[in-house]
């Protein structure tokens, strides 16, 4: 949300789930909120624990803060589909290797739903979502018509 002081700083941590000391350090000395990837659901409370210890020793303290996961989505009409056209395209996207690590909402829109509802549950508070695949803009759209609504609180 944005303020009189412009956008919140969302400083980087826990990525991958390495829960590294200087980048949460460096959250509590200037960050607003938090902005990680590649986490899995216990990982997310984990961030935000880590996260409230940091302000706290920086006299910054704010339970509330912006805890915001960046997560990939795919919509199609089975799982399986959806994990196959994740892997290539990831695989094309970062030139090899394996970047599938932590909770991902692929499948039809209910297996989504729920997996994007559980980061609300495992205390983050904003999603930032990266469609795969070369139909992005459909996948855009199937999103806001079919999963969004459910997702809005």
């Given amino acids: 949300p ?3 002081a412009g ?4 400083i980087t941590a826990g990525n991958r789930g390495e829960m590294l000391a200087a980048s949460f350090d460096r959250f509590g000395r200037l960050g607003d909120g938090i902005i990680t990837t590649y986490v899995h659901y216990d990982e997310c409370r984990l961030v935000r624990e880590l996260g409230e210890k940091a302000l706290a020793r920086h006299d910054r303290a704010r339970p509330d803060f912006p805890l915001c996961v960046y997560t990939t ?3 199609e009409d ?3 589909t959806a ?3 994740t892997t290539e395209f990831l695989a094309t996207y970062y030139g090899g290797g394996v970047h599938e690590r932590g909770a991902m909402g692929l499948g039809p829109p209910d297996a989504v739903i729920a997996s994007l509802s559980r980061y609300a549950e495992a205390g983050v508070t904003d999603l930032c979502i990266r469609f795969v695949g070369n139909d992005q803009l459909a996948q855009l759209e199937r999103f806001t018509a079919t999963v969004l609504p459910h997702l809005r609180v």
Avoid: K, M
Wanted: aromatic share 6%; net charge neutral; hydrophobic share 50%.
């Fill in 78 to 80: 089975d799982v399986a």
């Fill in 73 to 75: 989505v795919r919509l």
């Fill in 2 to 4: 944005w303020h009189d």
């Fill in 7 to 10: 956008p919140p700083v969302l």
């Fill in 83 to 85: 994990q196959r056209v």
